[in-house]
């Protein structure tokens, strides 16, 4: 390992001076990378929020220490945008769009037949851990709204039923996927 | 022959991939000769996925809402048999549609591929870039842009010239040129589309506007909700190094620029010339007092220019064809092009590009084709949360910066919503202010708070809970949000709520006063009654409603206890027999 990243901290400050293993290891080439370019921040975060998913308090604290800012200034700038995620999220990201065609198309409906099949609020994950709700401002395919985005794959012309089937499909795909892999291990054990 | 399919973020969303997939499986199967090819966005949103069939000879033929079913019988039928399939194929008056348009932006978008720099290169990709910086002085080309008449695109629309000048005027030799790609208005793609189907246009619009100021680097500030339009800008970047547009010495005129992309983080505000600089330097997107413009003191306090994407992608055409050229289309005032994203209840959504100077009525009715299903059309939204509700009455009000500034809305970044009678003014409102509340960066008070009382305002007013003097209330917040605001969030948040008080008050009264949403479109303020004509007793409605307010025997007429219903609408949603009443 180079000695420039064996500088890295371990991301903690209980006082065992980088003696537990650091748990953000995958962000150094990252911190390395944007270290000499001012105002690469918000880049960070985002880079970060890619590896872990989301924003954790440690891992902020992680990331002041090593850009040489307050873990108030990372919390501030983090908080101010809405990309950035403070909570896991689930295996499928579900963001709804809330622009103003999809509003006058009925996004609130969508919506609800959202919250009513995954029994989950905006904002919230499924406690199965597979479907989170987010709504966003407009995701700009506004002629094909009502409009979600699960993922990268975008959804449009959405009705009660389309989201519905969706939805399903997914939970489907997700619950034969895990057969699968039962069967897989357990022939593996055998 | 080729094969050329439509592969914008909508295209995509309506199946391209899969439409695409599907061909080159045939092509396999079949062992043909043919290629796939991808473009960007034509602008038919409503025809995705598109695919065209191109002849050797050049002749095009367009089939529209393509499904993966479909393209067996495109290759069989059409391109090895005899038969035309006209039934897939566009109709004549999609044809027309198309041609009733003035295509400078979106003059390439939908005809070449966007991921490949030849493409761009044979339909004259960079000569004007190529003539800027080999041929005219910076003053020159500020002077055929004055000439051309071109303002900001992106809302404010402050003249491009003024803003070059100021930026190269101002002492320093470091200089920015930035593009505003922060398309944050609910309701506004063109941006993403041009991205999408035509980075060049951008990239080069950049490259002449840095020429004139005297900008080496170039920031392109992205949102990242817009990962396809990522993508396909950083390849072509990417090819634009590669080709000698971008970097070093270029067309060995000893200029250099060099362009990089960031991406937003999603904030509204960031559209403001000043929260975007802070956001590029890695701060909270919060804006400052101007002066000093950043013109003066920009990007790490340097002079910078600060323009969006449409206006850019104007300038290549500009100077091919001559500032005179833009400056004969449109109105005296507003020259040239804009492009529009005609969205809700028209009947063909897309984008448009038009000649300044058109009615409102040319666009929604003519091009757009009218409301859906025929319905009455009530209202059309311009500028976003900064625009306002123009009326049917003023439908005949030209397409001009001035002329529909005048109504109270804005011309904005060319989002054009469309709304009919089943659309509640007020919910729209509370929509927008919903929005601009959240969005509010928190540095104005009038605009924190003020915002936020509105919103509790409209949400009582909808919620069948609105008081006398509710309206007079929100008119006084209304102008004092916009006295008290720095920058242009706040100074114009109150527009939807003044315009729909201004042409709707109506409906806000009826709200207030007669507990009625005549669009019935705010559920509190609706009553559910079931029509003893038509329900069979069934039992649905009964069965699924949550708070146990329907009552009622098998197969006979069942009834809604008023106290109990809590308005969620599952009864209206189940009766199969249309014997839920909804008033």
Same mark, same amino acid.
């Given at each position: 390992?180079?000695?420039?990243?064996?500088?890295?901290?371990?991301?903690?400050?209980?006082?065992?001076?980088?003696?537990?293993?650091?748990?953000?290891?995958?962000?150094?080439?990252?911190?390395?990378?944007?270290?000499?370019?001012?105002?690469?921040?918000?880049?960070?975060?985002?880079?970060?929020?890619?590896?872990?998913?989301?924003?954790?308090?440690?891992?902020?604290?992680?990331?002041?220490?090593?850009?040489?800012?307050?873990?108030?200034?990372?919390?501030?700038?983090?908080?101010?945008?809405?990309?950035?995620?403070? =909570?896991?999220?689930?295996?499928?990201?579900?963001?709804?769009?809330?622009?103003?065609?999809?509003?006058?198309?009925?996004?609130?409906?969508?919506?609800?037949?959202?919250?009513?099949?995954? =029994?989950?609020?905006?904002?919230?994950?499924?406690?199965?851990?597979?479907?989170?709700?987010?709504?966003?401002?407009?995701?700009?395919?506004?002629?094909?709204?009502?409009?979600?985005?699960?993922?990268?794959?975008?959804?449009?012309?959405?009705?009660?039923?389309?989201?519905?089937?969706?939805?399903? =499909?997914?939970?489907?795909?997700?619950?034969? =996927?895990?057969?699968?892999?039962?069967?897989?291990?357990?022939?593996?054990?055998? | 022959?080729?094969?050329?399919?439509?592969?914008?973020?909508?295209?995509?969303?309506?199946?391209?991939?899969?439409?695409?997939?599907?061909?080159?499986?045939?092509?396999?199967?079949?062992?043909?000769?043919?290629?796939?090819?991808? $473009?960007?966005?034509?602008? $038919?949103?409503?025809?995705?996925?598109?695919?065209?069939?191109?002849?050797?000879?050049?002749?095009?033929?367009?089939?529209?809402?393509?499904?993966?079913?479909?393209?067996?019988?495109?290759?069989?039928?059409?391109?090895?048999?005899?038969?035309?399939?006209?039934?897939?194929?566009?109709?004549?008056?999609?044809?027309?549609?198309?041609?009733?348009?003035?295509?400078?932006?979106?003059?390439?978008?939908?005809?070449?591929?966007?991921?490949?720099?030849?493409?761009?290169?044979?339909?004259?990709?960079?000569?004007?870039?190529?003539?800027?910086?080999?041929?005219?002085?910076?003053?020159?080309?500020?002077?055929?842009?004055?000439?051309?008449?071109?303002?900001?695109?992106?809302?404010?629309?402050?003249?491009?010239?003024?803003?070059?000048?100021?930026?190269?005027?101002?002492?320093?030799?470091?200089?920015?040129?930035?593009?505003?790609?922060?398309?944050?208005?609910?309701?506004?793609?063109?941006?993403?589309?041009?991205?999408?189907?035509?980075?060049?246009?951008?990239?080069?619009?950049?490259?002449?506007?840095?020429?004139?100021?005297?900008?080496?680097?170039?920031?392109?500030?992205?949102?990242?909700?817009?990962?396809?339009?990522?993508?396909?800008?950083?390849?072509?970047?990417?090819?634009?190094?590669?080709?000698?547009?971008?970097?070093?010495?270029?067309?060995?005129?000893?200029?250099?620029?060099?362009?990089?992309?960031?991406?937003?983080?999603?904030?509204?505000?960031?559209?403001?010339?000043?929260?975007?600089?802070?956001?590029?330097?890695?701060?909270?997107?919060?804006?400052?007092?101007?002066?000093?413009?950043?013109?003066?003191?920009?990007?790490?306090?340097?002079?910078?220019?600060?323009?969006?994407?449409?206006?850019?992608?104007?300038?290549?055409?500009?100077?091919?064809?001559?500032?005179?050229?833009?400056?004969?289309?449109?109105?005296?005032?507003?020259?040239? $092009?804009?492009?529009?994203?005609? $969205?809700?209840?028209?009947?063909?959504?897309?984008?448009?590009?038009?000649?300044?100077?058109?009615?409102?009525?040319?666009?929604?009715?003519?091009?757009?084709?009218?409301?859906?299903?025929?319905?009455?059309?009530?209202?059309?939204?311009?500028?976003?949360?900064?625009?306002?509700?123009?009326?049917?009455?003023?439908?005949?009000?030209?397409?001009?910066?001035?002329?529909?500034?005048?109504?109270?809305?804005?011309?904005?970044?060319?989002?054009?919503?469309?709304?009919?009678?089943?659309?509640?003014?007020?919910?729209?409102?509370?929509?927008?202010?919903?929005?601009?509340?959240?969005?509010?960066?928190?540095?104005?008070?009038?605009?924190?708070?003020?915002?936020?009382?509105?919103?509790?305002?409209?949400?009582?007013?909808?919620?069948?809970?609105?008081?006398?003097?509710?309206?007079?209330?929100?008119?006084?917040?209304?102008?004092?949000?916009?006295?008290?605001?720095?920058?242009?969030?706040?100074?114009?948040?109150?527009?939807?709520?003044?315009?729909?008080?201004?042409?709707?008050?109506?409906?806000?009264?009826?709200?207030?006063?007669?507990?009625?949403?005549?669009?019935?479109?705010?559920?509190?303020?609706?009553?559910?009654?079931?029509?003893?004509?038509?329900?069979?007793?069934?039992?649905?409605?009964?069965?699924?409603?949550?708070?146990?307010?329907?009552?009622?025997?098998?197969?006979?007429?069942?009834?809604?206890?008023?106290?109990?219903?809590?308005?969620?609408?599952?009864?209206?949603?189940?009766?199969?027999?249309?014997?839920?009443?909804?008033?």
């Amino acid at each position: 390992m180079s000695q420039e990243k064996q500088e890295h901290g371990h991301g903690c400050d209980c006082g065992c001076h980088g003696e537990q293993p650091n748990p953000f290891v995958e962000l150094n080439p990252v911190l390395d990378h944007y270290a000499d370019i001012p105002g690469s921040l918000i880049t960070v975060l985002q880079k970060a929020q890619e590896l872990y998913g989301f924003l954790s308090i440690e891992l902020m604290r992680y990331i002041a220490i090593e850009t040489h800012n307050s873990i108030a200034k990372v919390y501030g700038v983090a908080t101010f945008y809405t990309q950035f995620r403070f =909570e896991p999220v689930g295996k499928y990201l579900i963001m709804l769009c809330q622009g103003t065609a999809c509003h006058v198309n009925g996004s609130k409906m969508i919506e609800e037949a959202v919250m009513d099949f995954l =029994e989950i609020k905006e904002g919230e994950t499924t406690p199965d851990g597979l479907f989170t709700l987010n709504n966003v401002a407009c995701l700009g395919c506004c002629s094909l709204s009502p409009v979600m985005m699960i993922n990268d794959d975008t959804y449009g012309q959405l009705t009660k039923d389309k989201v519905t089937h969706i939805l399903a =499909e997914l939970k489907e795909a997700v619950n034969n =996927e895990a057969t699968v892999s039962e069967t897989v291990s357990q022939e593996v054990t055998a | 022959m080729k094969i050329v399919i439509g592969e914008g973020s909508c295209g995509i969303a309506a199946g391209a991939h899969k439409v695409q997939n599907a061909f080159e499986e045939i092509i396999a199967e079949k062992g043909l000769d043919l290629s796939v090819e991808k $473009t960007g966005c034509i602008g $038919t949103c409503y025809l995705e996925p598109i695919v065209d069939v191109v002849d050797d000879g050049g002749k095009k033929i367009t089939f529209v809402n393509v499904t993966a079913d479909d393209t067996r019988r495109i290759i069989e039928d059409y391109v090895l048999g005899e038969n035309e399939l006209k039934e897939l194929q566009i109709s004549e008056s999609d044809i027309t549609m198309i041609g009733k348009q003035k295509r400078i932006v979106l003059r390439n978008s939908g005809i070449i591929d966007p991921e490949r720099i030849e493409d761009y290169l044979a339909v004259d990709g960079y000569l004007a870039a190529k003539k800027c910086l080999t041929e005219l002085t910076p003053e020159e080309i500020i002077e055929t842009i004055k000439i051309a008449g071109l303002k900001g695109r992106g809302g404010a629309g402050f003249p491009t010239w003024f803003k070059w000048d100021a930026a190269k005027k101002s002492p320093g030799k470091t200089k920015y040129m930035v593009c505003n790609a922060d398309e944050g208005d609910p309701g506004a793609f063109m941006d993403r589309s041009v991205l999408e189907s035509d980075p060049h246009a951008l990239i080069e619009g950049m490259l002449i506007g840095a020429k004139a100021i005297g900008a080496n680097e170039g920031v392109i500030y992205v949102r990242a909700e817009y990962p396809l339009a990522i993508v396909r800008l950083q390849n072509a970047i990417d090819q634009a190094r590669k080709k000698g547009f971008l970097g070093h010495n270029l067309f060995e005129t000893g200029f250099d620029f060099d362009l990089r992309i960031k991406a937003g983080a999603g904030a509204f505000v960031c559209g403001e010339e000043t929260a975007l600089i802070a956001s590029l330097e890695g701060e909270r997107g919060m804006p400052r007092l101007k002066p000093p413009f950043p013109a003066q003191k920009g990007y790490w306090n340097k002079p910078t220019n600060i323009n969006n994407v449409e206006t850019f992608a104007n300038v290549p055409w500009i100077f091919r064809n001559g500032g005179d050229a833009y400056a004969a289309l449109g109105t005296k005032e507003s020259k040239g $092009t804009k492009v529009f994203a005609l $969205t809700g209840k028209v009947k063909k959504g897309g984008l448009v590009e038009i000649p300044m100077g058109l009615t409102l009525h040319d666009v929604i009715f003519d091009i757009g084709g009218g409301i859906k299903q025929d319905k009455a059309f009530k209202a059309v939204q311009m500028g976003g949360p900064s625009g306002g509700c123009i009326p049917a009455s003023l439908l005949d009000t030209q397409i001009d910066y001035a002329e529909i500034t005048k109504t109270g809305a804005i011309m904005g970044s060319g989002g054009m919503v469309v709304m009919d009678e089943t659309t509640c003014m007020v919910d729209m409102a509370r929509f927008f202010l919903d929005f601009t509340c959240k969005e509010s960066c928190g540095k104005c008070t009038y605009c924190r708070v003020g915002t936020t009382r509105m919103l509790e305002i409209l949400n009582r007013i909808t919620h069948g809970k609105g008081q006398d003097g509710d309206i007079e209330l929100l008119e006084e917040l209304c102008y004092k949000i916009k006295d008290g605001s720095m920058c242009g969030l706040g100074q114009t948040a109150p527009n939807p709520v003044l315009t729909t008080i201004k042409y709707f008050r109506n409906e806000y009264e009826d709200h207030i006063y007669h507990k009625k949403c005549t669009a019935k479109s705010c559920k509190p303020l609706l009553t559910y009654t079931i029509d003893v004509e038509k329900c069979v007793g069934c039992g649905a409605c009964k069965k699924n409603c949550p708070v146990d307010a329907i009552a009622g025997e098998k197969k006979k007429v069942h009834d809604i206890n008023q106290d109990t219903c809590i308005k969620c609408g599952k009864c209206f949603s189940v009766c199969k027999f249309d014997s839920v009443i909804i008033d």
